[in-house]
């Protein structure tokens, strides 16, 4: 997987995005694109870093969850 341009995000499904925060680090958290006109739902693990302004700039796809064995009782 790589990084791709947020233009290209898909819309309705979570997606890691990077983001380049007020203070100068970068910030990568799960969001949905809800529409075309760029408005995000997202997870804000670092709330403090992020401002009003800033946007995603780039996105992946969420990786598949991990396979676990369940034993059944």
Not at 21 to 44: A, K, S
Not at 61 to 66: D, F, G, I, N
Request: glycine share 6%; hydrophobic share 40%; with cysteine.
């Amino acid at each position: 997987m790589k990084w791709q341009p947020i233009e290209t995000a898909p819309i309705g499904s979570p997606i890691l995005l990077s983001i380049l925060c007020r203070t100068g680090h970068w910030t990568v958290m799960v969001g949905i694109r809800h529409t075309e006109d760029g408005l995000w739902y997202l997870d804000y693990p670092v709330f403090d870093e992020i401002g009003t302004n800033d946007e995603p700039t780039h996105w992946m796809p969420l990786p598949a969850p991990p396979m676990v064995k369940k034993e059944l009782k």
